[in-house]
């Protein structure tokens, strides 16, 4: 639903009216995060967030925890920064690795990932800008397996990522972490959708 930029408490179904449609409000969701989500090198994924896929998270994390209508708010203030605006595209960066002592070693070799990531439309980059809730990275360097990044674009920029066939590149420039990927064609057309 492109131009919705704030979830209220409105759009979060009470927990009777949410269960009969959430087997098939799950299976929607990932049908949209199908498009939404880009390998960059071995270990990080990053899955672009949007007005949907953030009530949904709200919906399934008052379904999971339960903890009625006083638990909304708290959601909302959460995941409400996770939308984008109309002139940035906002993800989420998961450093994935299943062994965890290779992912500790790993981890420790990344701090300020979360720095480094960018976007490339027809070779001019845009550079990512972590969300600035909490610091993602320990003093001691340690990066947060999870990240949330925004990605603010100029007018001239929208336009250049909405031409169907863009070579849009997505990386991070980590000296510990150095890899680029080329948005699929179907992901760059989802994704110009988050834009006003």
């Not at 299943?98 to 701090?111: A, F, I, Q, Y």
């Not at 990932?113 to 600035?132: D, R």
């Not at 990386?171 to 110009?192: I, N, Q, T, W």
Request: include cysteine.
């Amino acid at each position: 639903m492109p131009g919705r930029h704030a979830l209220t408490e409105a759009d979060i179904l009470p927990r009777a009216d949410y269960a009969p449609i959430r087997t098939a409000r799950r299976r929607e969701i990932a049908a949209l995060k199908r498009n939404r989500r880009v390998e960059v090198g071995p270990f990080v994924t990053f899955y672009f967030e949007s007005f949907e896929t953030m009530r949904h998270q709200v919906q399934e994390m008052c379904w999971i925890e339960d903890g009625g209508p006083a638990q909304i708010p708290d959601e909302l203030a959460a995941y409400n920064p996770l939308i984008p605006q109309g002139q940035e595209l906002v993800a989420t960066f998961m450093i994935e690795i299943d062994e965890p002592d290779r992912r500790k070693r790993l981890l420790l070799r990344l701090g300020g990932i979360e720095e480094t990531a960018f976007l490339k439309v027809f070779g001019e980059t845009i550079q990512g800008v972590p969300e600035t809730d909490q610091d993602r990275t320990t003093a001691e360097g340690k990066a947060s397996s999870v990240q949330f990044v925004h990605f603010p674009f100029t007018a001239e920029q929208i336009a250049r990522f909405c031409t169907p066939g863009a070579e849009v590149v997505l990386g991070l420039s980590h000296a510990s972490y150095s890899h680029m990927a080329v948005l699929p064609e179907a992901v760059r057309a989802e994704l110009s959708r988050d834009f006003d």
